[in-house]
């Protein structure tokens, strides 16, 4: 594997050239290059290590009359240089391809089936060989030796593989093996499948001794009734593990993980019941290892929870008891990871579900569901198991009590269950191809063609948290984290993605085409694809005022009719960019989970999905996809044409008032209408001159089913005269609008926080009797804040439910202050308030006296963990030359809950898992994004000009990822980033897979 220096770093950075276009081809076989492809073989497996940002790729043979490695190996790029992989091992097609490894771990092993080069059948050794292919072994030593079944006879077939290193070894530890039964048996001489009596799970010793030339793989005796017998665990339809009451039958499948936190392994399985009533089984089992080798199972749920009435009803995911005497259940884990929070609870990732009563050809691939975890000490007996859910978290924020009552269970129907807010956009026969769990958010992919009834590509779902730190929901199924159309190159249909890795150190997004599998694709920052031609900013007419420039303080606004025309390979960054050379300084994402877009059948909807974004005296508005239908899973058809000129209008360009084209936009926000007030759509724009706004006309509110750019191109914005102070900030969830304004008098700064109730015209929303004052500095409590600096609001409900109540976390120079507005007799919180004391304003403890430069927050309908970003004088030197993130999650445990919202836990130290004197200097913050995974950040150094700042990225657990200190993750190494002066903000916009960063001279893209 490589190592550069810092030093050959910068010179890669300097004389690359830059792309065009920003998704790259990873290069593999010269043959395959030469056809615009990675590899001539099927990519059948992968496998990511974190700490080295490694991708490791398993090939289905090999090229023919050659002895190329099956496995190769590929090193996340240093800024946009050209990735490629490298041969690594391997002789015959690859089957199963997994990492031996443990936390922090820079050199792990990769552990391997495969077929043999020559013929004579199936090959059931398991290989071997360290990170760079330079130390090999295999089962048996020399020559391929077979594993052993539960019986000790030699294994028929091996279904799954993981692996794992001891903790207090980087060269010791297991390979674990799903094997079948023997097929030389003479009463039963066709081969068995998996799940039949013989089947299980062998275990196989890594030891890696320095002195010798070859890794030492040995079977252990897995089994503790026969110490001296190398042979598997018994994995079968009698194990007590899965069984309840009777044998049920086991599908020809295994999946298994190995948590390196915990110490378990999870094996997840494809069951359905016997009929008879009580009859039952569960579809994941836990398993635990010594260091001897021997696997002890245990039960992922306690039988005595299932046997409580309601028994049988199928909301227990991972296992279930029959409806009835005549009934059957099925039960599957398809694929299983774990999640450890940043609050700090666990919980098992289970793509799979119960299917009650079973019907023979039905489905359940298309749920993810996150259940609570015991997390005690490795050596617990009840380690990993099924929490109860309404046990309080102990001290080290963990769960700590077993489930043993059904009301303790995790059940489908809780909202904290349910990844994604419900299904995936996927229909319930369509598989899964991947997943990965990293912080705080669960990715997916699939990789079947898209179409009305199935999305793909990759999509992910983001855990929201109560003030205890448990998981209370999950944003929606709503975005993807890779440009869907990123394999056109290699076969021009859009087939998703097999298989993906995301590297939360830099934010980028490995891919495997889900067509052909043998294309690799990583994301890489550049401004989009360039049109074919372009004409000037303005008409030649009113030059030259209307220069292109670079610069703010460009004239090309004095023109009275800017307009711009492309053509229509123009992708949506290079249209952002051609339209505000002058910068982009805001933007609102309106992605598919935003309030009102979409409902049950009949109710007033919208299908289009938007993009706003901000620039001088201008919004361009882009719609980037559209749903299929109106449900929140619907798939959605993304657009890549953006031209102003098209048939079908995706770019739509609105203008502020002619004398005020000069007026930066540093918000955006919508006012998220729905069916209850579907004539009430307005957009808002907050600037240093006030509020505008955007209507039909520039008075009436647009129609939700009517939100199309050609009904949209009928709006105005106008300025709003009774809000006229400098605006902060903007938000809303749909109950009420909230905006933030500052200003000064005579040397004196005041702020306020506003509210302004929804009508049916502009005139009738910002008369003086529907504009509340609902936070004034100067007066108790905000005598020592005259500067507020953003807000948040937060729901109450804990349920997914529609919006009930909500309050506001407000952000300012004196800490930070929550409102406690009455949610009692039907009131909806803070969005029914009408004065700062209906508001009720405490200050959030432990947070007083910091200045807070802002407060991020989730897309999501239903918020409930937000991030307020702080200005530390940590040197005692009163400089504020440093920042820190925290994280504060607050929810009531119902709609009519008094206590204190904001009174909850937080992470005690959120700008990474371990508090060290390098993370605690962090440079000033002025922006944060975070899809709970990847964490942007937006900083001023104090060695940069004040006209310049950076774009940084780290991960949460900078020991898995083997971050030393912030400052080395300042994206110095992309040519475009380094080539901005200036950053305003970082999003992922909508389904479209791309993330893009505001800067000054338009926008840059990771796509």
């Known amino acids: 594997m490589k190592t550069l220096s810092y030093e050959i770093i910068s010179m890669i950075a300097l004389v690359y050239v830059m792309p065009a276009y920003g998704t790259q081809l990873v290069l593999g076989t010269t043959a395959a290059a030469t056809a615009g492809r990675t590899f001539t073989a099927t990519i059948v497996q992968k496998a990511y290590s974190r700490e080295t940002a490694t991708l490791y790729v398993g090939l289905d043979h090999t090229q023919a009359g050659s002895k190329t490695a099956t496995i190769w190996a590929s090193t996340a790029p240093i800024g946009n240089e050209t990735p490629a992989f490298a041969p690594i091992t391997g002789t015959g097609a690859i089957k199963l391809l997994a990492l031996a490894t443990n936390l922090g771990n820079a050199m792990p092993y990769v552990a391997y089936t495969q077929l043999p080069t020559a013929s004579g059948g199936p090959e059931y050794a398991v290989h071997t060989s360290n990170y760079n292919g330079t130390k090999e072994g295999i089962t048996g030593g020399t020559t391929p030796v077979p594993l052993n079944d539960a019986n000790g006879q030699e294994t028929n077939n091996i279904v799954a593989l993981t692996g794992m290193l001891l903790p207090e070894s980087d060269h010791q530890g297991f390979i674990f093996a799903a094997v079948s039964p023997s097929s030389t048996s003479t009463i039963q001489p066709t081969p068995l499948p998996f799940g039949t009596p013989g089947s299980g799970i062998a275990v196989i010793c890594l030891n890696d001794d320095p002195t010798l030339t070859s890794i030492t793989l040995n079977q252990t005796a897995a089994d503790s009734f026969a110490p001296t017998v190398p042979k598997a665990k018994s994995l079968d339809p009698n194990t007590p593990q899965v069984r309840i009451n009777a044998n049920p039958s086991i599908a020809d499948f295994a999946t298994m993980y190995w948590d390196c936190h915990l110490q378990r392994l999870y094996i997840g399985l494809q069951v359905t019941t016997t009929t008879g009533a009580n009859n039952g089984a569960k579809s994941v089992v836990i398993g635990s290892v010594t260091g001897c080798g021997v696997l002890t199972f245990d039960n992922i749920v306690d039988e005595q929870a299932l046997a409580e009435p309601p028994f049988g009803d199928g909301n227990a995911i991972v296992a279930d008891l029959n409806l009835t005497s005549s009934s059957t259940s099925f039960i599957a884990a398809y694929h299983l990871r774990t999640m450890h ?33 015991v997390d005690i000490d490795p050596e617990s007996p009840i380690q990993g198991r099924i929490a109860d859910k309404n046990a309080s978290l102990s001290y080290k924020h963990t769960f700590t009590l077993t489930a043993m009552h059904k009301d303790e269970l995790p059940l489908s129907t809780d909202a904290s269950t349910q990844v994604g807010s419900g299904p995936l956009p996927i229909e319930t026969t369509t598989q899964v191809s991947d997943i ?27 855990a929201l948290f109560d003030k205890s730190g448990k998981i209370v929901r999950w944003t929606p199924w709503a975005k993807r984290a890779f440009p869907f159309n990123a394999f056109c190159n290699a076969s021009c249909i859009n087939n998703g993605v097999a298989f993906f890795a995301v590297d939360a150190v830099t934010g980028k997004v490995w891919a495997v085409d889900g067509q052909t599998q043998e294309v690799v694709r990583v994301t890489a920052w550049d401004k989009g694809a360039p049109c074919t031609t372009q004409n000037p900013i303005c008409p030649e007419s009113d030059f030259p005022c209307c220069d292109p420039c670079n610069r703010c303080s460009c004239n090309c606004f004095q023109c009275q009719s800017p307009t711009i025309k492309t053509q229509i390979c123009c992708n949506l960054p290079a249209q952002v960019c051609a339209s505000l050379p002058c910068g982009c300084y805001s933007v ?3 992605d598919q989970a935003t309030r009102g877009f979409t409902g049950p059948a009949g109710t007033p909807v919208n299908l289009n999905r938007f993009a706003l974004f901000g620039g001088c005296g201008k919004v361009d508005i882009a719609r980037v996809s559209r749903a299929y239908n109106s449900i929140i899973t619907s798939p959605q058809m993304v657009f890549e044409d953006f031209c102003t000129t098209c048939t079908d209008l995706n770019f739509l360009e609105t203008f502020f008032p002619a004398t005020d084209r000069n007026i930066c936009i540093n918000v955006l926000e919508y006012s998220r209408a729905n069916s209850d007030n579907p004539d009430q759509c307005y957009f808002f724009a907050g600037t240093d001159k006030g509020l505008y706004t955007y209507a039909l006309d520039g008075s009436h509110g647009f129609n939700l089913e009517d939100l199309t750019l050609e009904t949209l191109a009928h709006g105005q914005w106008k300025a709003i005269s009774a809000i006229s102070d400098p605006i902060i900030d903007i938000k809303t969830t749909g109950l009420s609008l909230y905006i933030v304004t500052r200003s000064t008098q005579d040397g004196t700064m005041s702020s306020k926080v506003l509210r302004v ?37 937060v729901t109450v409900a804990t349920r997914n439910e529609v919006l009930a109540a909500e309050q506001l976390l407000l952000a300012t120079n004196d800490g930070l202050f929550g409102s406690y507005a009455a ?5 909806t919180g803070i969005a029914d308030a009408e004065n700062q004391a209906e508001a009720d304003w405490q200050q959030v403890p432990n947070r007083n006296h910091i200045w807070f430069e802002g407060i991020a927050g989730i897309d999501t309908p239903l918020p409930s963990t937000v991030w307020p970003i702080s200005v530390e004088d940590i040197c005692g030197a009163l400089t504020d030359q440093n920042s820190w993130i925290y994280q504060i999650s607050s929810i009531a445990t119902s709609t009519s809950e008094s206590t ?80 901005t002066q200036r950053f305003f903000w970082v999003k992922q916009i909508g389904i479209t897979g791309i993330l893009m960063a505001g800067t000054n001279d338009g926008v840059i893209a990771l796509e």
Not at 343 to 361: A, D, H, Q, R, W
């Open 341 to 373: 929070c940043s609050t700090g609870p666990s919980y098992l990732i289970v793509n799979g579900s119960v299917l009650s009563p079973f019907e023979e050809g039905s489905q359940i691939n298309n749920t993810v569901y996150a259940l609570p975890l």
């Open 436 to 462: 990965e769990v990293i912080g705080d958010t669960v990715f997916v992919s699939t990789a079947t063609g898209q179409s009305a009834l199935n999305d793909n590509g990759i999509m992910y779902s983001q």
């Open 588 to 590: 609102l994402d309106l």
């Open 823 to 827: 949610v009692t007799s039907g009131a």
């Open 757 to 793: 109730g929804y009508k049916d015209t502009i005139q009738e929303m910002f008369a003086d009797n529907n504009i509340f004052i609902l936070a004034q500095t100067g007066t108790t409590p905000f005598k020592q804040a005259p500067a507020f600096t953003g807000i948040q609001p």
């Open 900 to 979: 204190a919202f904001f009174n909850g836990f937080e992470p005690p130290f959120f700008n990474a898992i371990v508090r060290t004197p390098a993370f605690e200097l962090i440079d000033p913050i002025t922006y944060f994004w975070s899809d709970g995974a990847r964490r942007f950040f937006i900083i001023n150094r104090q060695q940069d000009p004040e006209t310049r700042n950076k774009l940084m990225s780290f991960p949460f657990n900078t020991l898995q990822w083997r971050i030393c200190a912030p400052g080395q993750q300042i994206l110095l190494f992309d040519p475009y980033v380094v080539a």
